[in-house]
């Protein structure tokens, strides 16, 4: 009891522990010789991008046995509305040659030499357009036989092979120096490589400045623009000239139903590329939209366009080129996207400044 502030507290108490307190142990968990496990197969980091490659794989398989189905499906309705067409074509013809025949000898002969230039202006036409795509569609399987050639031991095969991809490319001294260099002892793998490495890589460097300069006025012109619909319409047409300048530089002659051909190959490709392909070129497109973060709306809108025609011409390259790109020799937008950005700054920086003298010289003048 506390009497010095006339209140009491309560008694406390205090417990004690014990000791002598033992901690309680589980027994250890004993196994017996027959017992069964279960095995668990764990798959290493390059097994596992080698299982999901080949995944992805039957999945592009898949979807172009399904493009392939459809594609015949519409190739032959395709080739029963043509000869329809013809076959109508020519009913209305020889009726209307008949009844000219009927009514006037001379009426018969105007429409009959009418008739005979028609026919040889089509045929014509026609021979040269499958002459054209028929050299096109060679490109795959040179491609299909570079490949082969670069894989085997042989020799032998790759002289008339590369004989007749050099009879189609442009002259130039790059030529003559693969043909000082190549040697009876080597191999056709050694010779593929040596008549990428001397001819090849030239038309390479070639093609990607036709792109890159491409890419360069597409950039700037969405830029600099405000009609965004004629811009594109522009840029569509300067992609077809692109397109045509890069076949030619693999000497190939594009005509009409080729460049089509073409165009929906750099499509398609574009559509299905590879994961990995496809990584890689969002990365650097954001990276670009990243490092763009501080231009305005419509200069990033230009670097798009200057990017999307970069691809196409990319992907034009590798369509038209003889032989297969490899990691190496392969071109990406990791580098031009750089140039694009450069030059939209520069253009920016000649705006300014030219603003802002026409605004100082606005103020002198009042």
């Known amino acids: 009891m506390n009497k010095d502030n006339g209140s009491i507290k309560r ?89 000219a025949f009927m009514q006037s000898s001379w009426l018969f002969a105007l429409y009959g030499v009418v008739v005979m230039l028609v026919i040889s202006w089509t045929v014509k036409v026609s021979f040269t357009e499958w002459r054209k795509l028929k050299r096109l569609k060679k490109v795959e399987e040179t491609q299909a036989t570079g490949m082969r050639l670069l894989n085997s031991m042989q020799m ?34 050694e010779k593929l490589v040596l008549f990428e490495a001397c001819v090849l890589i030239d038309r390479d460097q070639q093609a990607k400045k036709i792109v890159r300069r491409f890419a360069q006025e597409s950039a700037l012109l969405l830029a600099a623009s405000p ?44 559509i299905y590329a590879g994961t990995s392909e496809i ?16 231009l305005s709306a419509r200069l990033g809108q230009g670097l798009g366009g200057g990017l999307l025609t970069a691809r196409l011409g990319y992907q034009a390259m590798a369509l038209c080129r003889p032989l297969e790109f490899n990691e190496q020799t392969k071109p990406k937008l990791k580098g031009i996207h750089k140039e694009l950005l450069l030059d939209l700054k520069e253009l920016t920086s000649v705006v300014l400044s030219k603003t802002a003298k026409k605004e100082k010289q606005e103020i002198v003048d009042r």
């Open 279 to 294: 990584v890689t070129d969002l990365g650097t497109q954001l990276l670009s939209v990243e490092m763009s973060g501080k």
């Open 11 to 99: 008694q406390q108490r205090f417990e004690t522990v014990d000791e002598d307190e033992t901690l309680k142990i589980t027994p250890a968990a004993s196994f017996s010789a027959n017992e069964d496990f279960v095995e668990i197969e764990t798959l290493s980091e390059r097994e596992l991008e080698t299982k999901l490659e080949q995944h992805l794989g039957s999945a592009d398989q898949l979807n172009e046995d399904l493009s392939s189905n459809q594609n015949t499906k519409r190739s032959w309705l395709g080739k029963a509305c043509l000869l329809g067409v013809v076959a109508i074509a020519a009913v209305e013809t020889v009726l209307g040659l008949y009844e």
């Open 227 to 270: 009609l965004a619909v004629l811009d594109m319409a522009i840029i569509l047409w300067r992609n077809q000239s692109m397109i045509n300048q890069l076949a030619k530089c693999y000497g190939i002659e594009l005509g009409y139903w080729s460049r089509i051909k073409l165009i929906r190959g750099i499509i398609g490709n574009i």
């Open 156 to 189: 032998g095969e790759a002289d008339l092979f590369i004989d007749n991809l050099l009879v189609q490319l442009p002259n130039s001294s790059h030529i003559e120096r693969y043909l000082q260099q190549v040697s009876v002892e080597h191999n056709d793998a």
